[in-house]
């Protein structure tokens, strides 16, 4: 019987893994297709511009994102945006991989330990991405689905700032993980807690804080 890996690595998917925001990819997908208007997408990227430009206190903004966020796939069947998933991640998301990021997840499950994505963007797109790429899995925002239809409301919290760290720490209590030895890879510093959560965290094309906060830790 094979031996379960102890070791894990963690990504952060928006410009660590992916150039772009996953979430903007679903949002020009499903315009494209005709779930909704220019209005309704403008609204998103207002949104998602200020999440991306704001540090984690900020309750509200992240708020807002939170709702515009969820407001996009409210109403949808389950199955619509599972498939419409497949279509955006061979149209948009797979052209915009960072190579080298995968390079590293790729050098993490050669060696045996598992790689994980953690990420704000909606689980189910993320679970896609992990999927296609081979990775052990991901960890996202959820919506409650009823009836298999998305309702728009938020199931728990956004997956941001302090929660990735509960989502790790999580994961390696199911999975047996020492996080001393486990890594974790982002791009911004909102992101901090996961890569303070773990033994061995790296920086990969860091903001301007997150670049000065690795530098002066010695993190790659």
Same mark, same amino acid.
């Given at each position: 019987m094979a031996l379960r890996p102890t070791r894990a690595a963690f990504f952060d998917v928006d410009n660590t893994l992916v150039r772009g925001s996953t979430l903007y990819f679903l949002g020009r997908g499903m315009y494209q297709r005709g779930y909704f208007t220019k209005a309704d997408i403008s609204r998103f990227v207002v949104a998602n511009l200020r999440f991306r430009m704001t540090g984690m206190e900020k309750q509200e903004v992240i708020e807002r994102f939170q !709702?515009?966020?969820?407001d996009f796939v409210g109403g949808h069947q389950v199955s619509d945006i599972l498939k419409l998933g497949e279509e955006i991640y061979d149209e948009y998301v797979s052209p915009k991989l960072w190579q080298r990021t995968c390079e590293i997840a790729r050098d993490h499950l050669a060696k045996g330990e598992s790689v994980w994505l953690v990420t704000a963007a909606p689980q189910?797109?993320?679970?896609?991405?992990?999927n296609r790429l081979g990775f052990t899995g991901a960890v996202g925002s959820k919506v409650i689905i009823k009836d298999g239809i998305y309702t728009g409301e938020l199931d728990g !919290?956004?997956?941001h700032g302090t929660e990735k760290a509960v989502a790790i720490r999580t994961l390696a209590e199911v999975n047996g993980y020492d996080l001393n030895e486990c890594y974790s890879y982002s791009d911004s510093h909102n992101d901090l807690p996961l890569?303070?959560?773990?033994?061995?965290?790296?920086a990969i094309n860091p903001d301007a804080i997150l670049r000065i906060k690795a530098l002066a830790?010695?993190?790659p």
């Open positions: !709702k515009a966020a969820t189910d797109m993320a679970e896609i991405i992990a !919290k956004l997956l890569l303070t959560a773990v033994g061995n965290p790296s830790e010695g993190w």
